[in-house]
């Protein structure tokens, strides 16, 4: 902005503003009733413009001139024309008052000649002119702004009322949310986090479940539980493992390697580490307190049982054993574990960590009690059990790589008294023996049975009507059917020959001819009547069906294999239970190892009643009875070698042929089964005995006889009365 000129300036009539010293009379008569005209008052009104704020445009239609008179007098406020002046005029300007100055006295009115307005000839004035040249301005000075005449507006404010509802319901819905899941963690999920913090102080120890006993049918102990314990480890305390497995490995006799793995951290399923590792289970009581006395980080000793079988190998074949788990592995063991194991508890308890690694007195402790398996009652008699199996051991003493089975049946309840197998193991420490040694050959030894079978062709021949105890017939010395030529080993030379002498000598062509008059159908239908073609379902595991021959495969050859026992694939306890349906005047019973359990409480509940069903007549279960007594009684028969002294004995000779995968091995199988007494049986015995180098007939028939003497005098049989034995004629006239 340029510098004023020192030359003050001057009105339109030439007199000069702002100074009142330089008016003259003319000036001052025309300003004469102006109040506060002259002095400091007048230098606060001047304008760039050359006249008071208060002076404005002329009104319209001719109205005066406005003009503007200080707001006080010099005795209302001394300093206020000073201020004024400071204040550039701008204070008068926005007071617009127009108040009179106090009377008597006398001021300065610095006025500027009125604007003449626009006419609407457009005699508008020319704009006056500065008659004194502007100093020129300062280059670093910048031009001046042209006051506003409007004072800004002030910004419109937000309403704060919208602000703190909006900051009041998000607070609340905050609070509400948190309340809420409050309530869920106090009410709802309190067990789920309870529960997680009692886990990872808590310690888990497992309280096996007593394990039921198998008792023979006197309630002998044949394999039962005793006290024992359990070697564990903490793999979280544990601080040398391997140090400590090799401390541990000669009492429990387990590898270094096998326990160092065993003690590894593990996870659970939960992400927790395991607390708990069986080492060893069924250890000895005296090992244990060794185990103990080494105070070993990390490794504890608890209550447990091992399995015990006091027989070692009696009845091993069909009980089984368990593993170091107490978990059944063969056997009966095995076919009842989840009836014989219960249910493990365990205890949960807080416990301390380093040396404090016991329960904390009044910490949290749970106990869940084991519930104790089931005992089952077996239908077995031990000491007839250790005597059949004496007897079978001693006939196989010369036999190498043979196989022998015996079974005892209970002609009336179908119950199996003793069942034996050749070779046997020691259930109390089976790691020690041959998978072979494991088995059951009386459930699955499958064999064609050879000439045991001609009695129930036989049978069905006298059930069906097709002969009678009395029909003879010529018998060649041998037979061709299809292709194939069957002899018998005692000729008969075209004679005829009764049925007990058909049965005496075994003859395969008076068999043969029998069934050819029966029919391939007929037979069929009675050998699976008499339990052929499918499982006993005695009670053991993995028991073989055996197989028949359907009609649709029969070949021309099949007509004279068939009826003497061939095309036939049996096990030992199939053919017995058949003899068993003869000897029960012609009823099968289901055999059947397992008598009752015995639950947790003592409660005694009998086995599921045996399936029964008539196959023969007791008329014709009679007399083929009788018949049969002439295998034993005929001077030369086949089977003289095991009849019983005192007893009147019936039953068959067979030899026949080991199947494995349904193919024939080397060697025989030998057989005998027979009932005493043949007037009113009371027990059955099946031998059977496959040597591969041969003689197996020299074991089968002894051994029957031995049995079968021992079970009728441990059950206090009556003999047969004197005399009452048959006479047979083989070749009647």
């Not at 001057?10 to 009379?25: I, V």
């Not at 610095?110 to 004194?132: F, H, I, K, L, M």
Request: aromatic share 6%; glycine share 12%.
């Amino acid at each position: 902005m340029p510098p004023r000129s020192d030359e003050p300036r001057r009105n339109p009539q030439g007199s000069r503003r702002g100074s009142s010293r330089a008016a003259g009379p003319a000036d001052e008569e025309s300003r004469a009733g102006e109040p506060g005209i002259g002095g400091i008052s007048g230098a606060r009104a001047y304008t760039p413009r050359g006249r008071t704020v208060r002076e404005g445009t002329p009104a319209r239609g001719g109205a005066a001139e406005q003009r503007r008179t200080p707001r006080s007098t010099r005795s209302g406020d001394p300093f206020r024309p000073a201020l004024q002046v400071l204040d550039g005029g701008r204070a008068a300007a926005r007071s617009g008052r127009r108040d009179a100055p106090a009377a008597g006295r006398g001021g300065v009115v610095r006025t500027v000649a009125p604007r003449t307005p626009r006419g609407p000839a457009g005699d508008e004035p020319p704009p006056r002119r500065r008659t004194t040249p502007r100093a020129p301005g300062r280059a670093d000075r910048p031009a001046a702004r042209r006051p506003s005449r409007k004072p800004p507006r002030p910004p419109k404010l937000a309403d704060p009322r919208l602000r703190l509802r909006l900051g009041t319901v998000l607070t609340l819905a905050l609070f509400v949310v948190i309340g809420v899941r409050l309530i869920f963690l106090q009410a709802v999920d309190t067990p789920a986090y309870a529960g997680g913090g009692v886990a990872d102080r808590t310690r888990t120890v497992e309280l096996p479940a007593p394990r039921g006993a198998i008792y023979d049918f006197r309630g002998e102990p044949l394999a039962h539980s005793v006290e024992a314990r359990y070697v564990f480890a903490d793999p979280t305390l544990i601080e040398d493992r391997p140090a400590t497995a090799k401390a541990l490995s000669p009492l429990l006799g387990i590898p270094v390697s096998k326990l160092t793995d065993l003690m590894k951290p593990r996870k659970l399923e939960n992400g927790n580490p395991s607390r708990f590792e069986y080492l060893a289970r069924g250890v000895e009581i005296p090992a244990a307190k060794q185990v103990l006395a080494l105070e070993l980080p990390g490794i504890g000793v608890h209550r447990d049982e091992r399995r015990e079988v006091p027989g070692d190998d009696l009845a091993a074949n069909l009980i089984g054993f368990t593993s170091q788990d107490m978990v059944g592995l063969e056997g009966l063991e095995a076919r009842y574990d989840e009836l014989l194991a219960g249910q493990d508890g365990k205890r949960v308890y807080e416990a301390g960590l380093g040396d404090l690694a016991a329960p904390i007195p009044g910490g949290y402790s749970k106990t869940t009690p084991a519930k104790p398996g089931s005992s089952l009652t077996l239908t077995i008699d031990r000491d007839l059990q250790f005597r059949c199996q004496q007897i079978l051991s001693a006939g196989m003493a010369g036999q190498r790589g043979a196989t022998a089975a015996a079974v005892i049946i209970d002609v009336a309840t179908g119950e199996v008294r003793a069942q034996a197998s050749d070779p046997t193991y020691n259930a109390a420490k089976p790691g020690d023996s041959d998978p072979v040694a494991r088995e059951d050959a009386a459930t699955s030894f499958v064999v064609d049975p050879g000439s045991v079978h001609k009695a129930i062709t036989y049978g069905a021949a006298l059930q069906e009507g097709v002969i009678t105890p009395d029909t003879t017939l010529p018998i060649a010395n041998s037979i061709k059917m299809g292709d194939t030529w069957f002899s018998d080993t005692h000729p008969a030379n075209g004679r005829k020959m009764s049925v007990p002498g058909m049965l005496a000598f075994s003859s395969n062509v008076g068999a043969i001819t029998v069934a050819d008059l029966l029919g391939r159908d007929r037979l069929i239908d009675y050998q699976k009547r008499f339990g052929l073609g499918k499982p006993t379902g005695e009670g053991l595991p993995g028991e073989a069906s055996g197989r028949l021959l359907p009609a649709d495969e029969w070949s021309g050859s099949s007509a004279g294999s068939v009826p003497i026992g061939h095309s036939v694939d049996a096990t030992p306890l199939q053919m017995a239970a058949a003899y068993a349906a003869i000897a029960n005047d012609g009823t099968y019973v289901q055999p059947h190892l397992v008598k009752e359990t015995i639950g947790p409480d003592g409660k005694r509940t009998p086995a599921p009643a045996p399936v029964t069903r008539s196959v023969l007549s007791p008329q014709n279960a009679a007399a083929l009875r009788t018949m049969l007594e002439a295998v034993t009684t005929v001077e030369g028969a086949t089977g003289t070698l095991a009849a019983v002294p005192g007893y009147r004995v019936a039953g068959k000779t067979g030899t026949g042929w080991r199947l494995v995968d349904g193919k024939k091995q080397p060697g025989e199988v030998s057989s005998f089964i027979g009932m005493a007494p043949a007037e009113k049986p009371r027990y059955v015995i099946a031998v059977f005995v496959y040597a591969p180098g041969g003689g197996g007939a020299a074991i089968a028939n002894p051994a029957f006889r031995d049995m079968m003497q021992f079970t009728l005098r441990h059950y206090r049989v009556p003999p047969s009365p004197s005399g009452s034995a048959p006479k047979f004629v083989v070749f009647p006239r």
